[in-house]
């Protein structure tokens, strides 16, 4: 439990609720980001704690990767620009970011004697694949910028690994959710959107004719995966990548449709609220649905929530913390 992690992006959605979990857990936390679409307020209460140590810092500064990874077991690399239509808009950043910010961070944790490195990889990379279930081993061409970014990390990780010797494990999340997920700005994920927006009791905005289905996956799932990879003392289970999902779907009209159930739950009037579709969004994966067998049988993964239970849980929260 004296072991010492970074968490790179650690002011971000996941990072923060990994850097609140390692810390409850005994583990000296420390988190780089440079709050660019990370917040303090979502760090704030960790920064009292004498194993929480904030490095502010940006993961495409060499000398900020290395001064962050000194003396560093594990590092948790999450940060990154996320949003394919980001990606799509402005490419060159996406892949300064992603790329770039991700190779420093990986040379730098050579360099330091890191054991393992552990990222956040990501369900984009199996492109125009319509295969379903998702298995790992099984991916289409990227479409679009971001994906691209995501699928290189893992080839990074996999000739870094094969050529250095540093352990290294990737986790293909799957549209995650839950609770300190933004709400705003043109980039925020679909479900804390349409909460906020079903909050002020305006109608959400569903791309296309809602019929596409998503592998939602809650945050509890995914911190569960990450203590996994982290903990695991199997060499089979190092050295590759994992899905990080629940292994179940659900079409973008049933997820509105449970959550004005459960936010009309703390206020009736939100049933009521329309829906409107509006066209499809240009490099969305039409159907994203994962098999979790390999993290079962390699990582002993056993997801906890269900969307249903995670998505009662993320209301919950942005009612008790937003309204």
Known sequence: MNKKILITGGAGFIGSNLCEYFLSKGYHVTCLDNFSTGYRHNIESLLSSANFKLIEGDIRNTIDCQKATQGIDYVFHQAALGSVPRSIIDPTTTNDVNVTGFLNMILASRDSGVKRFIYAASSSTYGDSEVLPKTEDVIGKPLSPYAITKYVNELYADVFSKTFGIETIGLRYFNVFGRKQDTNGAYAAVIPKFVLQLMKNESPIINGDGNFSRDFTYIDNVIQMNELALKTTNSLAINTVYNCAYGDRTTLNDMVFYLKKYLSEFESSIE?????????????????????????????????????SGLKESVKWYWENLK
């Open 272 to 308: 009521n609220i329309k829906i409107i579709h509006g066209p499809s969004r240009q490099g969305d994966i039409p159907h994203s649905l994962a098999s979790i067998e390999k993290a079962k049988q390699l990582l002993n993964y056993n997801p906890k929530y269900s969307f249903h």
